[in-house]
């Protein structure tokens, strides 16, 4: 009966050897004891390079000339609409305040 089981904890032994040299040899990840792990997850491709090299890059934005330009439409603009009384309301004469001013 000793016998027994000896044999079975010498196979046990070669069992768990094999399936570390298998793990090592063809780059698995052991998990004997069968918890969760983000292995998996994490030894995708991460895609973010590939995403963002996709998009061609913008010069307009470091431009300084491109920004002036920009910003110079978007206040003559605004003063056009001032002029039409469609600009936006001073700081607390908007709907919200003359909503709180009823109640």
């Given at each position: 009966m000793a016998t027994g089981g000896l044999k079975g904890i010498l196979a046990?032994?070669?069992?768990?050897?094999?399936?570390?040299?298998?793990?090592?040899?063809?780059?698995?990840?052991?998990?004997?004891?069968?918890?969760?792990?983000?292995?998996?997850?994490?030894?995708?491709?991460?895609?973010?390079?590939?995403?963002?090299e996709w998009y061609p890059y913008d010069i307009m934005k470091d431009d300084p000339l491109v920004?002036?330009?920009?910003?110079?439409?978007?206040l003559s603009k605004l003063e056009m609409l001032k002029r039409r009384g469609k600009g936006p309301p001073k700081k607390g004469q908007g709907k919200q305040a003359a909503k709180r001013k009823k109640n």
């Open positions: 046990k032994a070669v069992t768990s050897g094999v399936t570390e040299a298998r793990a090592t040899i063809l780059g698995h990840v052991l998990n004997p004891t069968g918890q969760r792990s983000p292995h998996k997850l994490l030894r995708k491709k991460l895609i973010g390079e590939k995403v963002a920004m002036a330009r920009r910003e110079q439409e978007r």
